[in-house]
């Protein structure tokens, strides 16, 4: 579901960056619109408001404005409705979905029929919205839009490949008559001497004409009402230039008197041969375009259709729309897990490595957690559906994917403010060098003005603009999810590449997250099983790492719990509760300062253990200092490789934790890090990331709990590690899909190959524009002699798009930065040279 206030929408028509530029102009000029972002890449906009604007109202917006609003039309099965009150009802709940544009109810048939606008609002959220207005509905069978984008996607290539065949059957005798006598002479006299000069321009005119009336159509009926609105588009310099070459010839055909001798000449072929070019280009760009989404295609390809659930004591086979939350689902081997859920029953292993990019099999068990979209191995369990539909891991995912491609980074705007006056400018120009001809130019000054003004009109076509950058993000995060990097915000993509110190959270980020009871040092008067028992009784309570250990050991030591009141968790400090009728205290030092409790000699123990990278906890009972609990938590096995890739980049490193100095020093001694800050609290780490800024410094952080939020969320970009908790990751922009910190690496690899990427795009597409557009002109005719033909000014705009799009595309070969065994991969990726292996 979109966010609040906000409409996506499919937008058809858009062809070029000026395209863009005036969709969201439109779009903007509605009242209570305050944002709109259009990808000419993806073909969609999405629109903030302040919840007044209704899609109905957009989508006439941009029907006036020539860029209409793909809408599509669903079925839904609606039950519970008794008369027709019950129908009003449902239809006013309909309406009111943002992004329906009409929606009718039939009583008889129990279906309602809803038009929405493409990429608004699902089938599935419509179903829902009438289920929550009381009436129960489920998609339609039949009326479910399978992959419309991927079969609109084709049935483009398919239409845009036969107006290619059929406007090259058309055009290519026009180009032998004219064309061919021109380089043959031998051939120039055999049609001269057969059907005449006159014959052959009627023959060309006809051609040509079915040329234009025909698979050329689009250009006018899209070009020619934007330069009556005064927004001319790329379809309009098509259409003037090819229609000032077509007019021309059409007089000197049919009215020669008209045209001095000298410059009676008919350009048939080349409005012809234009169009030609021109579809063919658009042909290549829709089938390169196709392949950008691959990365989105392979993840909905992940989503199971049906699942087993057990229902009334039967198994059935459901669709996946229909499971609920709460449903208990079979899955047998070899089978995909259709929805998130927990393991009820039986035991196996799960493929996960398509959601974390982890290549061993996870073992699953009762409680244990399961992922849509993964694969079951050999064995066979039940599981509590926990999350369905758009709930579901893999949907997030998706979601996540679909929100980044669709980002606009700071480098865009610029882009669009320069292509917003971009084809006026051209068109100006286009007229001033014509004038120029005319003004300046010996006999046939007339043929020479068309020929220059056709020629930077058609070459000037701004599409490889439009497309450098949007059709890079796209792959590029596309890319990145396959690797198991999420860019959550798609301007992370643009923020990394600027980033020059990467800040790290030590818990469950550079350590496993789950320590080992090592040491339990005791005051006297107190016996190791007290202790533990009153301790784990508190410690079950929290959900920090360090508590999981206290716990698992006080199990494994088959210690009996007592019971617990009045628990409190002091942030940044411990946690206090009371156990068996005795106040029990366990946390740091300075919780024990706090409190006024003397640590007494365990001081001294505790900053041995700190020295030898332990974690130190103290306990306390009733006032008084009861122990020393010293935990390790194992540093990863990818850790040092990964701050060696980092320093390799000209990264500096730094740690930011919680912990004491002397065990922060021991984790960082281990992993050759930088810098580290030791001993703040969650506010702490903020002040920190403010701390390493100096200088004028970008910072990223990487973190995984719920004290690492406010970090995530101030760093310039935060990165969260996906096994972290949920608050983490809703606070960072780039999300860890396993809990692996070589993402980092592969995080920065893929933002520095995707700038790079777009930096070649838009040096291609600004310095094609401004190296061909003063030879079309014709500046160079004077000294050499050499005049741009508009055939090859076409060819050459058609390739010029075909080559961004190829380019980008070139993004989905990045490869991960570390390979299996935790080493750095043959080429790191360097700050100075080359990032990434793309070639």
Request: proline share 4%; net charge negative.
């Amino acid at each position: 579901m979109t966010a609040p206030n906000t409409l996506n929408l499919r937008v058809d028509g858009m062809s070029c960056a000026s395209c863009v530029g005036r969709v969201e102009k439109a779009l903007n000029a509605v009242p209570g619109v305050s944002g709109a972002e259009v990808n000419l890449a993806t073909e969609t906009a999405r629109v903030t408001h302040d919840g007044t604007v209704t899609a109905a109202v957009l989508s006439e917006t941009l029907d006036k404005a020539g860029y209409p609003a793909r809408e599509v039309e669903t079925t839904i099965d609606v039950t519970e409705m008794s008369c027709a009150s019950c129908v009003g009802r449902v239809e006013k709940a309909l309406n009111a979905l943002p992004g329906v544009t009409a929606a009718q109810v039939n009583l008889a048939t129990g279906r309602a029929t809803v038009r929405y606008v493409d990429g608004a609002v699902t089938p599935a959220e419509i179903a829902q919205t009438s289920t929550a207005a009381g009436y129960p509905a489920t998609v339609h069978a039949s009326g479910r839009s399978e992959d419309t984008t991927t079969a609109r996607k084709e049935e483009e290539i398919t239409s845009l490949r036969r107006s290619v065949l059929q406007a090259a059957a058309l055009a290519l005798p026009v180009f032998v008559l004219e064309m061919g006598g021109h380089m043959i002479p031998a051939f120039h006299m055999w049609v001269m001497q057969t059907i005449g000069t006159q014959t052959s321009w009627v023959i060309q005119f006809i051609l040509t004409t079915l040329v234009l009336i025909g698979p050329g159509r689009t250009f006018y009926a899209k070009g020619i009402p934007a330069l009556f609105k005064a927004a001319p588009d790329m379809s309009s310099l098509v259409a003037v230039g090819t229609g000032a070459a077509y007019l021309y010839s059409v007089v000197a055909t049919f009215l020669p008197g008209l045209l001095p001798e000298a410059v009676r000449a008919v350009y048939f072929e080349a409005a012809a041969v234009i169009i030609v070019l021109i579809l063919i280009g658009r042909w290549m760009e829709a089938r390169a375009k196709g392949r950008t989404g691959a990365a989105i295609k392979s993840l909905l390809g992940l989503q199971a259709h049906t699942a087993n659930v057990l229902r009334d004591g039967k198994i059935m086979e459901l669709s996946i729309d229909d499971i609920r939350t709460g449903d208990t689902l079979v899955v047998r081997p070899g089978e995909r897990v259709a929805v998130d859920g927990e393991v009820v029953d039986g035991e196996s292993h799960v493929d996960e490595s398509m959601i974390t990019g982890e290549p061993v099999p996870v073992s699953k068990g009762p409680g244990a957690t399961v992922t849509g979209g993964t694969i079951n191995g050999a064995g066979g369990f039940r599981f509590r559906a926990t999350r369905v539909g758009g709930d579901t891991t893999l949907a997030q995912i998706i979601r996540m994917v679909e929100e980044a491609q669709g980002a606009r980074l700071p480098i865009q705007g610029l882009v669009n403010r320069i292509t917003l006056w971009f084809v006026p400018a051209i068109m100006g120009l286009a007229a001033l060098t014509v004038l120029a001809w005319l003004t300046f130019a010996d006999a046939p000054a007339l043929t020479y003005a068309l020929v220059a003004g056709v020629s930077v009109l058609i070459i000037a076509c701004p599409c490889a603009m439009g497309l450098a950058t949007p059709t890079s993000i796209m792959v590029g995060t596309g890319r990145a999810a396959e690797l198991g990097v999420l860019f959550r915000k798609g301007d992370a993509l643009q923020a990394l590449c600027s980033v020059d110190v990467v800040a790290v959270d030590k818990t469950g980020t550079l350590t496993e997250g789950r320590p080992e009871l090592t040491n339990l040092v005791l005051a006297d008067g107190f016996t190791r099983a007290e202790i533990l028992s009153l301790v784990a009784a508190v410690e079950e309570r929290s959900e920090h790492p360090i508590a999981d250990a206290i716990v698992r050991a006080a199990r494994a030591e088959a210690v009996d719990h007592s019971e617990l009141s009045d628990f409190t968790a002091i942030a940044g400090y411990g946690v206090r509760a009371r156990v068996a009728g005795r106040d029990v205290l366990v946390g740091a030092d300075r919780l024990m300062a706090r409190e006024g409790i003397d640590t007494g000699p365990l001081a001294e123990t505790e900053t041995a253990l700190a020295k030898r990278g332990r974690s130190a906890l103290f306990a306390a009972i009733d006032g008084r200092i009861a122990a020393l609990i010293g935990v390790a938590d194992p540093v990863k096995p990818a850790s040092a490789a990964v701050i060696a890739a980092l320093h390799a980049q000209g990264l500096e490193v730094a740690m930011i934790t919680g912990d004491k100095r002397e065990t922060a020093e021991a984790i960082a001694a281990e992993v050759d890090i930088d810098r580290v800050i030791a001993g703040v609290l969650p506010d702490g780490k903020v002040a920190a990331i403010d701390a390493l800024r100096a200088g004028g410094r970008r910072v990223a952080f990487v973190g995984d709990g719920i004290n690492d939020a406010p970090a995530l969320a101030h760093a310039d970009v935060g990165i969260a590690i996906g096994t972290g908790t949920d608050v983490a990751i809703e606070s960072a922009d780039v999300v860890l899909m396993s809990g692996d910190l070589r993402g980092v690496v592969n995080a920065f690899a893929v933002s520095h190959a995707t700038m790079r990427n777009i930096r070649q795009n838009l040096f291609w597409a600004f310095g094609y524009n401004a190296a061909l557009i003063p030879v079309a002109a014709g500046v160079f005719y004077p000294a050499f002699g050499v005049l741009l033909s508009p055939v090859l000014a076409a060819g050459a705009m058609a390739l010029s798009s075909v080559f961004v799009l190829s380019n980008a595309l070139r993004l989905r070969r990045i490869k991960p930065q570390m390979d299996e065994r935790d080493q750095v991969a043959p080429r790191l990726p360097s700050r100075a040279g080359a990032v990434v292996q793309a070639e």
